[in-house]
Each structure stands twice: as structure tokens, then as C-alpha cells.
């Protein structure tokens, strides 16, 4: 056993390894693309909600984040982080948050894709007091949320935002369906499609004499495989900082550069059955399986020797809340086990712990 190893078999399991070298590559990798594409980059900081990570970005040039939760602008405002996007629809019972978060000093961008959300926001401003800075969602995959491109309601939203007294700072897109691509020029093609979406809507607010300083992009796969931002201004990717087994199957990352995983007992096994079982459930791994529906199912994660080493044919095919079934037999108490959990939500419900790759050697995970 490897001085790697060896410190590994002391640490209680579950337990998510972050490596830290490869996080660092990553990080540095897509700050430097996006230095050369001459955008300003935004992480999703959802993807780690870990302070230490966050800070790494910013000091490698990141500009601001993005959330997906209140609680988490709140978390990442405590830590000192003051430049934030919460990206997701506002509704009016999120308002005081928002405001007692900008009370405080916290630039909290807020985000709508609707006449009444606007509404909303601008009568919760005008009441309080305060100029809320808004930008609109842009539908450019059909994905999800967001407002068309030339939809006409575009402008109705933006002049309800301006006339009322917000501030209008810009329009913001996410084209999740290139989740769902696996082929360079599938994804090249998406990247512009996104790009030229938001840029034209964009073009359209000022075209109509409305404010638009900012025009905000991306995905992952789409800010790893964009060929041209002309027209943008900030580029938002959460997963590529630990990268994950979706990623390795849309093709924008190897197993290699994945920087999480979870490392597991062998607690028994069913011999029968071929199964070995774990003590990571989906608790620990993740309940989300997001390679279900791709050309490749990894199950609940990928199996690895506790030196970081894939072991062909085995997988985490089944799980339980705190049991996890490995598709081939091993002695129960052996640990040299570690899982590559298939979904970036690992990092959620289990707060990673930090450790340096002279202290960790191991194959991430995400």
C-alpha cells in the first residue's frame, strides 16, 4: 500500500476526496479559455457550495458567481463574495430575501422571464425603496425556462422592468440540452446556438432603445466547446470544476480529470448474486443518475481501486439509502474501494473535505 493509500484507510467512510491538483487544472484550464475567447467567466458555485473552492476560482480570475439557491447567496455573501447572480426565476415570497441581502451590500442580480414576475418585482422595488438589478432568461434550446429571442413578450418584460424603476442589467441564457449531445460538432453547433440566441435577443432590447450591458451564456459542455463569443460578455459553467461521469459522456472531459470521489467500505457480499455491498448509498452518491438516459449507464458510480485505478467491469449498480451494491465480489472489510459517483450532486449532500494530492492519490469523481 502506497503512502497515498495508506492515508486514505484511516479516513471514515462515506467520505467525498476532492483532488485538489486536477481541480486546479480544471479551474485554471477554462479560466484561460475564457481569457482567450475575451469574456468575463461567472462559476456556478451550486456545483461545490464550498467556500474554498469558490475562492480558488476568483483568485485564478473569475468575476462574480452564480447560485441556484438564496441560502447559498447568503453563504457565499457571509464568506465575502459580494458580486452574485441568483439564477433562477423570482417570485414575490423571495423578495425580502433578496432585498435584506442587498440592505447588507450584497449586488444581488435577480432574474425573471415573465410579465408577472416583473410586475412583481418592480411593486416589491417601489415599496421598499430599492432599484433591484433584474435580467431576463432567454429560451435558446427549449430546455427549460426563459423567453424566446423574438418572442414579443421580451420587450413587454423589459419595459415593465425599465418603466418601473428596476434596473435592467441584461439578458442570460443556459442551453442545458447540450447535457444530452456527445459529438464535438453537436456541441460546437449548440455553443453557437446559445450564443447567438442571447446575442439577438440582446440586440433586440437595444434596438427598442433598452438597456442591456450584460449578455450571459453558458454550460459547461457549451463554454468548453465555443468557438466564438463575439457579442457576449460572461460566460457561467458549474461542473467543470470536479467534472463528473455525464460530462465524460457528452465528451468534454476523460475519468482523468474528474476531481470527486466518494471513497467506500466493502461491507459484505452476496455471493449468489455476484454483488458486493458498500456502505455508499445515494445518500453519498447521489440519487441522481444522470448517465441513465446517455449511451453509456454508469449506474450510481464507477468503481475504483483506492489508488485512483478503474477496475474494469465493475459498477455501482444499485443503491440504497446507505447500502450501495457493487456488480462483482469482494471481502468485506476490504477498503480499497473508491466510486465515481455519476452526477455532480455527490458534493451536495456530503460537504467535501479538501485534501492535497501528495496526502490523496486517487481517480476523481463528480
Same mark, same amino acid.
Given at each position: 500500500?502506497? =503512502? $497515498?493509500?495508506?492515508?486514505?484507510?484511516?479516513?471514515?467512510?462515506?467520505?467525498?476526496?476532492?483532488?485538489?491538483?486536477?481541480?486546479? $487544472?480544471?479551474?485554471?484550464?477554462?479560466?484561460?479559455?475564457?481569457?482567450?475567447?475575451?469574456?468575463?467567466?461567472?462559476? $456556478?458555485?451550486?456545483?461545490?457550495?464550498?467556500?474554498?473552492?469558490?475562492?480558488?476560482?476568483?483568485?485564478?480570475?473569475?468575476?462574480?458567481?452564480?447560485?441556484?439557491?438564496?441560502?447559498?447567496?447568503?453563504? %457565499? %455573501?457571509?464568506?465575502?463574495?459580494?458580486?452574485?447572480?441568483?439564477?433562477?426565476?423570482?417570485?414575490?415570497?423571495?423578495?425580502?430575501?433578496?432585498?435584506?441581502?442587498?440592505?447588507?451590500?450584497?449586488? !444581488?442580480?435577480? !432574474?425573471?422571464?415573465?410579465?408577472?414576475?416583473?410586475?412583481?418585482?418592480?411593486? %416589491?422595488?417601489?415599496? +421598499?425603496?430599492?432599484?433591484?438589478?433584474?435580467?431576463?432568461?432567454?429560451?435558446?434550446?427549449? +430546455? @427549460?425556462? /426563459?423567453?424566446?429571442?423574438?418572442?414579443?413578450? !421580451?420587450?413587454?418584460?423589459?419595459?415593465?422592468?425599465?418603466?418601473?424603476?428596476?434596473?435592467?442589467? /441584461?439578458?442570460?441564457?443556459?442551453?442545458?440540452?447540450?447535457?444530452?449531445?456527445?459529438?464535438?460538432?453537436?456541441?460546437?453547433?449548440?455553443?453557437?446556438?446559445? #450564443?447567438?440566441?442571447?446575442?439577438?435577443?440582446?440586440? @433586440?432590447? #437595444?434596438?427598442?432603445?433598452?438597456?442591456?450591458?450584460?449578455?450571459?451564456?453558458?454550460?459547461?459542455?457549451?463554454?468548453?466547446?465555443?468557438?466564438?463569443?463575439?457579442?457576449?460578455?460572461?460566460? *457561467?459553467?458549474?461542473?467543470?470544476?470536479? %467534472?463528473?461521469?455525464?460530462?465524460? =459522456?457528452?465528451?468534454?472531459?476523460?475519468?482523468?480529470?474528474?476531481?470527486?470521489?466518494?471513497?467506500?467500505?466493502?461491507?459484505?457480499?452476496?455471493?449468489?448474486?455476484?454483488?458486493?455491498?458498500?456502505?455508499?448509498?445515494?445518500?453519498?452518491?447521489? *440519487?441522481?443518475?444522470?448517465?441513465?438516459?446517455?449511451?453509456?449507464?454508469?449506474?450510481?458510480?464507477?468503481?475504483?481501486?483506492?489508488?485512483?485505478?478503474?477496475?474494469?467491469?465493475?459498477?455501482?449498480?444499485?443503491?440504497?439509502?446507505?447500502?450501495?451494491?457493487?456488480?462483482?465480489?469482494?471481502?468485506?472489510?476490504? *477498503? +480499497?474501494? @473508491?466510486?465515481?459517483?455519476?452526477?455532480?450532486?455527490?458534493?451536495?449532500?456530503?460537504?467535501?473535505?479538501?485534501? +492535497?494530492?501528495?496526502?490523496?492519490?486517487?481517480?476523481?469523481?463528480?
Amino acid at each position: 500500500m502506497t =503512502n $497515498h493509500s495508506q492515508s486514505l484507510a484511516s479516513v471514515d467512510t462515506p467520505a467525498a476526496i476532492i483532488d485538489t491538483q486536477r481541480m486546479q $487544472h480544471n479551474i485554471h484550464c477554462m479560466q484561460t479559455r475564457m481569457d482567450a475567447l475575451g469574456v468575463r467567466f461567472r462559476p $456556478h458555485v451550486k456545483t461545490t457550495k464550498c467556500s474554498p473552492v469558490v475562492k480558488a476560482q476568483i483568485a485564478a480570475g473569475a468575476s462574480g458567481i452564480t447560485v441556484s439557491t438564496l441560502k447559498e447567496a447568503t453563504q %457565499f %455573501f457571509d464568506d465575502g463574495i459580494t458580486d452574485i447572480l441568483y439564477a433562477v426565476g423570482m417570485v414575490a415570497n423571495k423578495l425580502p430575501q433578496a432585498l435584506a441581502l442587498r440592505r447588507r451590500g450584497c449586488d !444581488l442580480k435577480i !432574474l425573471t422571464d415573465s410579465a408577472d414576475s416583473a410586475r412583481a418585482i418592480v411593486a %416589491f422595488g417601489a415599496a +421598499h425603496g430599492e432599484m433591484f438589478e433584474v435580467w431576463i432568461e432567454i429560451d435558446t434550446d427549449g +430546455h @427549460r425556462s /426563459g423567453i424566446r429571442p423574438d418572442e414579443p413578450a !421580451l420587450l413587454d418584460v423589459a419595459t415593465i422592468l425599465h418603466e418601473g424603476g428596476a434596473c435592467l442589467g /441584461g439578458v442570460m441564457t443556459h442551453a442545458g440540452s447540450s447535457y444530452e449531445l456527445n459529438t464535438r460538432e453537436a456541441l460546437v453547433a449548440m455553443a453557437e446556438q446559445e #450564443r447567438s440566441g442571447c446575442v439577438r435577443a440582446a440586440e @433586440r432590447l #437595444r434596438q427598442a432603445g433598452l438597456p442591456c450591458p450584460v449578455v450571459s451564456v453558458g454550460s459547461t459542455p457549451t463554454a468548453l466547446s465555443a468557438e466564438n463569443l463575439q457579442g457576449v460578455t460572461e460566460v *457561467r459553467a458549474g461542473v467543470y470544476v470536479f %467534472f463528473d461521469l455525464v460530462m465524460h =459522456n457528452v465528451g468534454v472531459c476523460s475519468t482523468d480529470d474528474i476531481a470527486l470521489s466518494v471513497l467506500t467500505t466493502v461491507i459484505g457480499h452476496q455471493a449468489e448474486k455476484g454483488w458486493a455491498i458498500v456502505d455508499a448509498g445515494w445518500m453519498a452518491m447521489s *440519487r441522481d443518475r444522470g448517465t441513465q438516459k446517455q449511451q453509456r449507464d454508469f449506474g450510481y458510480g464507477l468503481v475504483c481501486g483506492i489508488d485512483g485505478a478503474v477496475i474494469p467491469g465493475y459498477i455501482l449498480g444499485g443503491a440504497n439509502q446507505e447500502h450501495g451494491i457493487l456488480s462483482a465480489r469482494r471481502r468485506p472489510g476490504h *477498503r +480499497h474501494c @473508491r466510486a465515481l459517483p455519476d452526477r455532480d450532486p455527490t458534493a451536495h449532500p456530503a460537504q467535501p473535505r479538501l485534501r +492535497h494530492r501528495r496526502a490523496v492519490s486517487c481517480l476523481p469523481g463528480s
